[in-house]
């Protein structure tokens, strides 16, 4: 079994290098640690889909908590799958720059087939915020 979180954060004053800067590293950090994701970023908010081993992703939520770049973590949901949604993303960024409604159509586009309708649903939702 695979567990799998979402969470949203505040992080207001970032710039796109040091967003670019963080996908990279956690792109670099969660292959060593066989988490997949995605990652998007509305230009104050992130939200995270993680997946992997419970006690990796446990442990992972802690250092996120602990970052001081942002705050508000909030877990949206926690849950075991049986394969992962995203499994060839070591951390996959989808950029919602574009209006709404173009940025609706390409994310829809980009999330992966296995993602739970409940979590396609809160990703979509997330689309439309600024």
């Given at each position: ?21 963080i996908l990279e590293a956690s792109a670099l950090n969660n292959a060593a640690r066989s988490v997949t994701g995605l990652l998007l970023y509305n230009g104050r908010n992130f939200l ?83």
């Open positions: 079994m695979i567990s799998q979180y979402l969470y949203i954060s505040t992080a207001p004053d970032l710039s796109r290098d040091q967003v670019t800067r995270q889909l993680l997946e992997g081993e419970e006690d990796t992703l446990s442990a992972l939520m802690d250092r996120i908590g602990d970052d001081p770049r942002h705050s508000g973590v909030s877990m949206i949901d926690r849950m075991t799958v049986d394969e992962r949604a995203c499994p060839d993303w070591a951390m996959k960024r989808i950029a919602i720059n574009q209006n709404v409604d173009q940025r609706r159509a390409e994310l829809d586009e980009q999330l992966p087939g296995g993602l739970s309708p409940e979590h396609r649903r809160i990703i979509m939702n997330f689309a439309v915020l600024n």
